[in-house]
């Protein structure tokens, strides 16, 4: 909405010096913390699930001994693709126990 240079934005949207907006969710200072205590620990179990699932694929690789394969231009061209959707899988299959854990975290904060 353009008046003569002065735009109304809903109470929601501040504005800093700049002139850039933030939108200001109406969060008590306990649901931010809480919030913020659920996205770390989201983070936490996304990154064991990421390292978990690396190291397995690593083990899998050394116990195959999925270089033999590297030696035909076949073989090479579809390693990275291979080994990338083997970790794939494994990482998603963590999504429900991520899942559970937070959860189960949420419910044990106080949320008033």
């Not at 990421?50 to 270089?67: D, K, N, P, T």
Request: charged share 10%; hydrophobic share 50%.
């Amino acid at each position: 909405m353009e008046d003569g240079g002065n735009e109304t934005f809903p109470s929601i949207v501040t504005s800093k010096a700049g002139g850039d907006l933030w939108i200001v969710a109406h969060l008590s200072a306990v649901e931010l913390h809480n919030w913020i205590a659920l996205y770390a620990a989201a983070g936490v179990c996304c990154a064991l699930a990421m390292i978990m699932s690396l190291g397995l694929i690593l083990v899998q690789l050394y116990r195959e001994q999925a270089w033999a394969t590297l030696t035909t231009g076949r073989g090479l061209l579809l390693f990275i693709p291979s080994t990338w959707w083997r970790w794939q899988k494994l990482y998603l299959l963590s999504t429900p126990v991520t899942l559970g854990i937070v959860g189960a975290f949420a419910t044990t904060l106080s949320w008033t």
